[in-house]
């Protein structure tokens, strides 16, 4: 029979799972990004948000609400010089780098027909090159540490396509993320750093005003209540619950992992 103190002791653990350790977490500021980054602070983490806006950036950090443990920078990760500057001011600021999320991106549509180039040049700049150069930057600390985590944000159009989404180059941009995954899981698990991806379905997030316009995000979201078979869109919540636990050292024996967060659609 367990005592008082023990289910207390018990509490505290499952409270403190990231307790020293660091994470940086792109697209920090909003949506999924900052409900995860939420996470890691009730988790003990101390915590890096990186973003394009200051301001959003700002409000952020505030709304966090654990000052002392987290940060912002402002980055655009496509750059290589923004992206090797902003782990280096991670590890300035805290130490070390344990965990990276990379969850920035955007979604540019359409139909192929009607796609400008530079929407696709776009997608795969932000999306897939953005992913790539947080990697390579953060990798070294992360070795350096003794190992660590990496969670790459996919998308379920990564592996299933959608008859009212064309989006063949935000697709292929997330697809692509897969392939990193997979191959850098491979690469650095001889230093025990984990690489796993998740992959999100229709979530409430800012990013549904790049798939319709403001005034038709409640229909979309209504349509999403049939097309998941849990009967609903999904919270940032559901997916930074998912990232959570793929970045929680006692998982230490998942690596190269694509897990769909997306109330079932990828299997219908």
């Known amino acids: 029979m367990c005592s008082s103190s023990d289910k207390d002791k018990d509490k505290d653990i499952v409270g403190n799972t990231l307790q020293g350790q660091t994470a940086l977490i792109t697209g920090g500021a909003s949506g999924i990004g ?115 985590a990496i969670i790459n944000v996919s998308s379920y159009l990564a592996i299933r396509a959608h008859h009212s989404t064309p989006a063949s180059g935000y697709a292929a941009s997330k697809a692509g993320i897969l392939g990193l995954t997979r191959s850098l899981a491979v690469e650095l698990a001889p230093y025990k750093v984990r690489v796993n991806a998740v992959l999100p379905a229709v979530v409430k997030t800012p990013m549904l005003t790049e798939l319709v316009p403001p005034e038709q995000v409640d229909a979309l979201l209504e349509r999403s209540k049939k097309a998941h078979p849990l009967g609903r869109a999904g919270e940032p919540e559901d997916v930074a619950r998912a990232i959570l636990f793929l970045a929680q050292p006692q998982n230490s024996w998942v690596t190269g992992a694509e897990l769909p967060v997306d109330g079932g659609r990828a299997v219908i």
């Open 34 to 148: 900052l409900s995860t980054a939420q996470l890691f602070v009730e988790e003990g983490a101390n915590v890096v948000i990186a973003g394009r806006r200051t301001d959003a950036l700002d409000k952020a950090v505030h709304n966090l609400g654990a000052p002392e443990r987290v940060r912002s920078f402002m980055a655009d990760v496509s750059s290589e010089g923004h992206a090797n500057t902003l782990v280096a001011n991670t590890v300035r600021a805290f130490g070390a780098l344990n965990i990276l999320v990379n969850n920035a991106g955007i979604f540019r549509g359409g139909p192929l027909l009607e796609m400008e180039e530079d929407d696709f040049d776009e997608n795969i700049t932000i999306n897939l090159k953005g992913t790539w150069l947080m990697c390579r930057y953060a990798a070294r600390p992360l070795i350096e540490a003794g190992g660590g």
